[in-house]
């Protein structure tokens, strides 16, 4: 099986063409249409990307292996950590990265553990999320080794603005972005925080509500969240055991962070019409595609990305608007505690 129909096959049942060279993003609506929307089209920066470089950690005695997406311009750029759902790669989630890039963030994506570049194994098996806790360990990894980033990919040098830093994921990818962010794990009677202080803002796409699942999460565990985050779910979202999709509001509703934003998409799935840039059917409950759906996602979550890894006041004031949930006559409903 060649690499492209291994990895969408990894991501659902079923073989399906891998598209992340096919423009999912095509917007429907015409571009006067998309005048509420915060900036609907690429950026201006030319995109480039390290596709393979692998961080070696001593201490855990594992390689870590990363794709790197970068703006082709000198400066100081915000850094966007990204984690892949279960059995992703770092190769994946193309639409956003590119995207995100292309407006100016450096955007750093590891293989996990249970990638399925790492095990060859396809569709979601019994074990493939017991090695949950080694995800935020990988993160923490990634930031330790920022210095060894700039030296083993010269175009960097100078360029990674530490201050200014963001974790997200999606699906598994989320679990392990909100333990960053301060959400404490529950086994046995036992309370674990994985937080890790250096990264400001925090995007949570399909994350994982209270459950026994990956460690475990109550309704205690957010309490400890306090840093800006965001949530994004669609209203066919629902989760593995089958848990409806307001399960995935949990973080939201019970975290203490006095900046955090939720967006609800009408109908979307949880492929959110492609942000992942496989086609439809390609994992679990995905949905169809949807460009609409994935141009949601992709401006909310830059809105967001502007206003606390950059400051924008301007980002900060569209997330505490009416506007998207006004313009989209709901479809896509934003809220905000601020």
């Given amino acids: 099986m060649n690499r492209p129909s291994m990895i969408a096959t990894a991501l659902g049942f079923g073989a399906v063409s891998l598209s992340l060279g096919v423009n999912l993003l095509a917007q429907s609506e015409k571009p006067s249409q998309l005048d509420w929307a915060y900036k609907p089209n690429d950026g201006a920066y030319a995109v480039r990307a390290v596709s393979n470089l692998t961080l070696r950690d001593a201490k855990r005695n594992k390689d870590l292996q990363l794709r790197i997406t970068y703006p082709d311009a000198k400066g100081s750029f915000p850094i966007i950590v990204w984690s892949h759902g279960a059995t992703g790669t770092k190769d994946l989630y193309q639409p956003l990265i590119r995207y995100w890039a292309s ?5 750093i994506q590891p293989n996990h553990s249970d990638s399925i570049a790492i095990t060859g194994r396809q569709g979601l098996s019994p074990g493939i999320f017991r090695d949950w806790d080694s995800r935020p360990q990988d993160i923490s990894f990634i930031l330790d080794s920022l210095d060894e980033i700039e030296a083993k990919v010269p175009e960097l040098k100078g360029r990674l603005n530490r201050k200014s830093i963001g974790v997200g994921g999606h ?21 674990k925080s994985h937080a890790d202080k250096r990264p400001v803002a925090f995007l949570l796409v399909s994350p994982q509500g209270i459950g026994r699942q990956m460690g475990g999460l109550d309704a205690q565990s957010w309490q400890t969240l306090t840093r800006p985050f965001m949530v994004i779910t669609g209203t066919n979202d629902r989760g593995l055991m089958g848990e409806k999709w307001e399960w995935r509001l949990d973080p939201w509703k019970y975290a203490r962070s006095k900046e955090k934003y939720l ?10 019409g492609g942000i992942a840039g496989v086609r439809a059917g390609a994992f679990r409950n995905s949905g169809p595609e949807n460009p609409t759906h994935v141009m949601y996602v992709k401006t909310t979550s830059l809105a967001f990305w502007d206003a606390y890894l950059k400051k924008d006041p301007a980002a900060r004031q569209f997330l505490q608007s009416d506007t998207m949930t006004r313009r989209t006559n709901g479809q896509a409903k934003l809220e905000s505690k601020h």
């Fill in 171 to 191: 699906s598994f990818g989320a679990h392990t972005s909100q333990l960053l962010a301060g959400a404490t794990s529950v086994s046995n009677g036992m309370r």
């Fill in 263 to 272: 967006l609800v998409i009408e109908g979307a799935w949880h492929g959110f």
């Fill in 103 to 107: 407006h100016g963030y450096i955007c």
